[in-house]
């Protein structure tokens, strides 16, 4: 009987442990200490390169033609003077060339101009400009000059260059102080992102010899007349009419 009971009691002592057991075990996971896995990436995107260059007027146009710019451009209290009008005092413009069609982009003696290449950095870069070129397409040898206009640290102009061909003009940009090459910067950098490079050029209305020249020019007007409906598709057509065309060409590089 003693025995019964002694096993009895040691089966409840063990039953008992094991409630011990469990109820340490779900206690223990209740207490656990918290963890976990964190992650975290970065990412950028490559910054724009944009830049350009392009001509700031519409550089043949009747609107913008003044009349017969005989002397170098002259520059008086930083102001470039247009050329005297002949027919009209005071008015710079000429008066006396027009189209009879919607070309208003037209030439002829005595006419001139002036216009300016702009260059602009839109890029999240830096750049450097460098290389500024002028090349023409003048299959009939249209007798254009030009001239080179400088501006000083303040914006303002204050020089000119002798009249000369294109390949001329080419040399004094690049030996023109802040032309050869110029830093288009962000704006915090104190430089500009833009950079204008001023020119006027003229066909003029009599050029020594007079009679040799003046034949010339009437060729090239005379061939205009029997021509005028030719279409131009292409650099070979050129030859149909006395055209001209002028391009602008400009090395952009990132600064480092």
Do not use: C
């Amino acid at each position: 009987m003693k025995e019964r009971k002694k096993d009895k009691n040691i089966r409840r002592a063990g039953i008992v442990t094991a409630l011990v057991v469990v109820t340490l075990s779900l206690v223990g996971g209740t207490l656990a200490k918290y963890t976990g896995t964190a992650t975290h990436d970065a990412s950028a995107r490559v910054a724009k390169f944009e830049v350009g260059s392009s001509f700031t007027e519409d550089v043949f146009n009747l609107n913008s033609l003044y009349d017969d710019w005989k002397e170098k451009p002259v520059i008086l209290g930083n102001v470039l003077q247009t050329p005297t009008a002949v027919n009209t005092a005071g008015d710079p413009s000429e008066q006396d060339v027009w189209s009879n069609n919607t070309d208003k982009n037209i030439l002829a003696p005595g006419t001139s101009g002036f216009f300016e290449i702009g260059l602009e950095n839109n890029s999240e870069v830096a750049v450097r400009a460098s290389n500024i070129t002028l090349s023409e397409t003048n299959t009939n040898s249209i007798p254009i000059e030009y001239s080179l206009i400088t501006y000083n640290a303040s914006g303002q102009p204050d020089t000119s260059s002798d009249w000369g061909t294109i390949a001329a003009l080419n040399t004094a940009i690049s030996t023109a102080s802040g032309l050869g090459t110029y830093d288009l910067m962000k704006p915090a950098s104190g430089t500009s992102t833009t950079k204008t490079v001023a020119v006027a050029w003229r066909w003029l209305f009599e050029r020594e010899p007079v009679a040799t020249n003046d034949s010339l020019d009437t060729n090239l007007g005379t061939k205009n007349a029997t021509n005028e409906n030719e279409v131009i598709t292409g650099d070979n057509d050129y030859d149909k009419l006395s055209k001209y065309q002028l391009k602008v060409d400009v090395a952009f590089t990132q600064l480092d």
